[in-house]
């Protein structure tokens, strides 16, 4: 109920914490995510943490990417301060230190005043802190960064570094560990302690350096764009050329743009793509005008799924092939992060993946009633619908809707609005066949039950002109259902001794609905 309540009176929700606190909120966020799959809103959510410990491993952070979670996620990293990069060394070795510093953070985030306490902290214990976590990080970034296995710890979402020069974000798992690295290399011990209270005035910083528009210098930058945008970043990294970690920096810079860069470009030659295969989607609709216009009225679905060998047929059935495979690399590249992380977001691939939806999926389900594959598997909509289509309803469901939708239809649909209406069909046509030569009365009841349900629910669609006119074809399968569902209901007003258990209860509704 919180959930419900709390999606219908705002329109977003931010999360955010510091130190550990960062860290809860990351959890707090991700729960708030998961709960929100089962919701049919576009609700937004931002979780924002300063100086927050890593929370999990590469898995967790695939997973989120999987979920397109990734972009919900905003990380802030002063440029020394520890605490980010702590967990990338040994805990055990780690132990002695937190006990001594953590107390420190903890009073001085409640009394500005405490930070003295630090001059208590031996410097040979703030060195060896310091060490200790930049060996690791340094190791880390040496030797093992193509993969994040056997690593307890790995970034997921993006990360803002900030330094007295500016900032910079990335959202590669991979430059996020190694700048982490490359900045910490600069740090003192005491910088390294004391960075992690000064988040105030970076984000401070960082607002004036953009309402200011500051200026960079602008002495020696190169001729490519390309290269005036790295060597800004190192700029705002707070990084000069002369300095040991300048290479490595730059480096960094240059793979986190061009893995940046890549999602972008996928982008792009999808919809090139898209619009190669756009011919194969018109030769579809084309057909379906023939078979709804055909002097057979059979309409859309039953001719194909009635239909005989012939080089038309064959076509049709090559051309849903092969966009059943574009849609499903679609859904791959975007899986496996290969594309922009709000691409299922975009109106374009929406809509697109939506009319496809519409378009195809009832020849699908054609197909799976004309190989009978319902008497081997069960029913299409729980053991025969391909996964594509259940991703394009949560993007459908989860759009963006500008306007009224509520708008009625002065027309009928030019493709039925339930991609699924013709397996409800099949359905309800073998509850039909049931009931009649069912013995157990409860089940007969339950059948029954739901063939007046869905008897509502067609009406309804019909009733609205959210169907096309495929449906209403003297010979679809939908009106042979409307002519057996009326002959069932005469049958038992005539021969009430025949369906006993309509009579005493269980179905007595039906005997209204004539």
């Known amino acids: 109920m919180q959930m419900r309540e709390i999606t219908s009176n705002s329109k977003s929700v931010v999360f955010t914490g510091h130190s550990v606190g960062g860290t809860v909120a990351s959890l707090s966020a991700l729960w708030f995510l998961s709960c929100l799959q089962s919701l049919p809103s576009s609700f937004s959510v931002i979780c924002v943490t300063f100086g927050s410990p890593m929370l999990g491993n590469e898995s967790l952070s695939k997973a989120i990417l999987q979920e397109r979670w990734g972009g919900n996620f905003l990380h802030v990293v002063a440029q020394h301060d520890i605490v980010p990069r702590l967990l990338f060394a040994p805990s055990d070795s780690l132990f002695p230190y937190l006990c001594s510093f953590f107390p420190f953070w903890h009073s001085s985030m409640s009394n500005p005043s405490f930070k003295q306490l630090l001059a208590q902290c031996p410097d040979e214990m703030q060195a060896q802190f310091l060490h200790i976590v930049l060996n690791s990080l340094e190791a880390l970034s040496a030797g093992g960064l193509n993969s994040g296995q056997g690593n307890l710890f790995w970034p997921f979402g993006s990360y803002i570094f900030c330094t007295s020069k500016g900032s910079i974000c990335l959202d590669n798992a991979v430059s996020v560990i190694k700048m982490l690295h490359l900045m910490l290399a600069k740090s003192s011990p005491s910088s390294s302690i004391e960075d992690h209270l000064n988040y105030e005035n970076y984000v401070g910083q960082v607002y004036w350096q953009i ?26 990294s707070d990084i000069t050329p002369c300095e040991a970690v300048s290479g490595p920096a730059k480096d960094c810079l240059k793979l986190a743009k061009q893995m940046g860069r890549t999602p972008s470009l996928n982008s792009a030659n999808l919809a090139i793509a ?11 609709e084309w057909y379906k005008v023939t078979c709804d216009d ?16 012939s080089k038309k047929n064959s076509k049709i059935n ?10 499903d690399d679609v859904i791959s590249m975007l899986e496996h992060n290969q594309l922009p992380h709000d691409f299922h977001k975009r109106s374009k691939w929406v809509n697109a993946s939506q009319f496809y939806k519409l378009l195809v999926e009832p020849l699908d389900i054609a197909e799976y009633y004309r190989s009978g594959e319902h008497l081997k598997k069960g029913h299409y909509m729980e053991h025969g619908r391909e996964r594509r289509y259940k991703i394009f309803d949560k993007w459908w469901r989860d759009r963006k809707v500008e306007g009224n939708p509520g708008n009625s239809r002065s027309k009928f649909a030019s493709l039925t609005q339930d991609s699924c209406f013709w397996a409800r069909v099949e359905e309800a046509r073998d509850w039909l066949n049931r009931v009649r030569s069912e013995g157990d009365t409860r089940t007969q009841s339950l059948l029954w039950e739901n063939i007046e349900k869905f008897d509502q629910y067609a009406r309804g669609m019909v009733d609205r002109k959210e169907v096309s006119i495929d449906v209403l074809a003297k010979n679809s399968s939908y009106n042979l259902f409307v002519e057996e569902w009326k002959d069932l209901k005469s049958q038992l007003q005539l021969f009430p001794p025949h369906f006993p258990s309509l009579l005493d209860g269980g179905g007595s509704s039906s005997l209204t609905i004539l």
């Open 318 to 327: 090559m051309n849903r092939h092969k966009l059943a495979r574009f849609w």
């Open 211 to 236: 309402l200011s528009s500051k200026n960079f210098q602008e002495d020696d930058l190169p001729d490519s764009s390309y290269e005036v945008g790295i060597a800004l970043a190192l700029q705002s």
């Open 274 to 284: 898209l619009s190669k295969i756009t011919p194969l989607r018109a030769q579809i």
């Open 294 to 309: 055909s002097d057979d009225q059979m309409g859309y679905y039953d001719s194909f799924k009635r239909r005989g060998a």
